[in-house]
T-cell receptor, first 114, second 114 residues
Framework: KNQVEQSPQSLIILEGKNCTLQ??????????LRWYKQDTGRGPVSLTI?????NTKSNGRYTATLDADTKQSSLHITASQLSDSASYIC?????????????FGTGTQLKVEL | ETGVTQTPRHLVMGMTNKKSLKCEQH?????MYWYKQSAKKPLELMFV???????ENNSVPSRFSPECPNSSHLFLHLHTLQPEDSALYLC?????????????FGPGTRLLVL
């Protein structure tokens, strides 16, 4: 069964600190992995997308890594800001029957405090 | 803003009511999606439309009825809902349906069924 597990479930850090969010998946056959940021009361917004051959992708202070062998991804946030407070969702895509099937994680709820 | 709008943003309805959720995208995309997001659960894909044709119905109960009159508009008609249907309903669009297409989400409609 295709699954995406994220950890930690929630996290509180001080402004300016770094943090790393984890995503483990069992999705097969793997197509790509995305990280989304979802602010409270809003829809998810894509941060990064990585295919099998990519092992790192950056978007400003966000850096995602992918280890396709161990089926793990991480999202590293550098010098956190209050606006980083949000839910971060890992989404893995598999090619199924010529189509595309997305499996969503439950998200990591990040809170950045002063 | 992502270019995807949803109305209403909040909706409270009784189990005997009939209501409709509306989604509109201004991105020139050809694929549109309905998702359900419940607390502490991953996003659940409900329906997919590609070039106005429904390409996926993820075993959604018939009390949810989608309608896609054109590539820019997507509706979700609701009738005789149950309290467990209370959730955030997200609409998304992408240039077309496909594994490498990034989906752009609307802000969602927060639905409460009493």
């Amino acid at each position: 069964k295709n699954q995406v597990e994220q950890s930690p479930q929630s996290l509180i850090i001080l402004e300016g600190k770094n943090c790393t969010l984890q995503c483990n998946y069992t999705v097969s056959p793997f197509s790509n992995l995305r990280w989304y940021k979802q602010d409270t009361g809003r829809g998810p917004v894509s941060l990064t997308i990585m295919t099998f051959s990519e092992n790192t992708k950056s978007n400003g202070r966000y850096t995602a890594t992918l280890d396709a062998d161990t089926k793990q991804s991480s999202l590293h946030i550098t010098a956190s800001q209050l606006s980083d407070s949000a839910s971060y969702i890992c989404v893995v895509s598999a090619v199924v029957g010529g189509g595309n099937k997305l499996t969503f994680g439950t998200g990591t709820q990040l809170k950045v405090e002063l | 803003e992502t270019g995807v709008t949803q109305t209403p943003r909040h909706l409270v309805m009784g189990m005997t009511n009939k209501k409709s959720l509306k989604c509109e995208q201004h991105l020139g995309h050809n694929a549109m999606y309905w998702y359900k997001q419940s607390a502490k659960k991953p996003l659940e894909l409900m329906f997919v439309y590609n070039f106005k044709e429904q390409t996926e119905n993820n075993s959604v109960p018939s009390r949810f009825s989608p309608e896609c009159p054109n590539s820019s508009h997507l509706f979700l008609h609701l009738h005789t809902l149950q309290p467990e249907d209370s959730a955030l309903y997200l609409c998304a669009s992408s240039p077309r349906e496909g594994k490498k297409e990034t989906q752009y989400f609307g802000p969602g409609t927060r639905l409460l069924v009493l």
